[in-house]
């Protein structure tokens, strides 16, 4: 079976103006995503939109690894747009366009469940800084502290960290959750302000979420 997630993921985030929503949404989904899709290295694609924070829309490209964004076949399309593409990207009728290209970093490895995995119906995405001098604590108090628990929460499925390698801020944490029950229920309310060592004393107080982050996006294409 083929791999379904790698070690890279790209994510474009878009507001557009309401009259463009619909030929926009057609646009996606009947041509931009098969378009990627059909590149070497790009292993699974879905479209988002946003529930709680922002941009509205979010398209999540799983990927071999960054490198695929930059080859030959993904710089094809877009040094040589279709018609409909030059008249319905984001990046020219879109009032917020955000494109982050990302190398994992937790975990260490992709297990076979996860390579496995569909795109999820509901993920939480943040998207933070900190300042530079205590990346090293930042990544282990994440890493050890707060996914353990957050994993112990039912309906929770895996949670992914990254870290930018085109685009800002310089990492995001991708939760990967069955349903909107999830992020509405009692443990996740519980999880978020939960006081774990080192991450409430040395880690919050320093870390920085962009505008619209944490986002929670439900899937709406394919349904």
């Avoid at 996860?114 to 999820?120: C, F, G, L, Q, Y």
């Avoid at 994440?142 to 499925?157: C, S």
Wanted: glycine share 6%; proline share 7%.
């Amino acid at each position: 079976m083929a791999a379904k997630k790698g070690n890279g993921l790209l994510m474009i985030y878009s507001d557009v103006p309401v009259e463009h929503e619909e030929e926009y949404n057609r646009w996606y989904n009947e041509e931009h995503i098969p378009e990627r899709l059909s590149i070497p290295g790009v292993l699974n694609a879905a479209r988002y939109e946003a529930m709680q924070g922002g941009p509205r829309y979010l398209a999540s490209y799983e990927l071999e690894s960054a490198d695929t964004w930059h080859s030959d076949a993904w710089q094809k399309w877009l040094k040589e747009p279709t018609e409909w593409s030059k008249k319905m990207s984001p990046r020219t009728i879109g009032t917020a366009y955000i494109r982050n290209l990302y190398t994992r970093i937790y975990p260490d490895n992709v297990s076979e469940d996860t390579a496995n995995a569909d795109m999820a119906q509901v993920i939480l995405v943040g998207r933070m800084s900190v300042p530079e001098d205590i990346d090293e604590k930042f990544n282990k108090a994440y890493n050890t502290e707060r996914l353990p628990e957050a994993l112990k929460i039912p309906g929770y499925i895996r949670a992914r960290r990254f870290e930018c390698v085109m685009g800002a801020p310089k990492y995001s944490t991708v939760h990967e959750m069955e349903s909107m029950d999830v992020v509405n229920g009692e443990g996740w309310k519980a999880w978020s302000p939960m006081v774990t060592p080192v991450w409430n004393t040395e880690i919050r107080p320093h870390m920085v979420h962009e505008e619209g982050s944490p986002g929670v996006y439900q899937r709406v294409f394919p349904k």
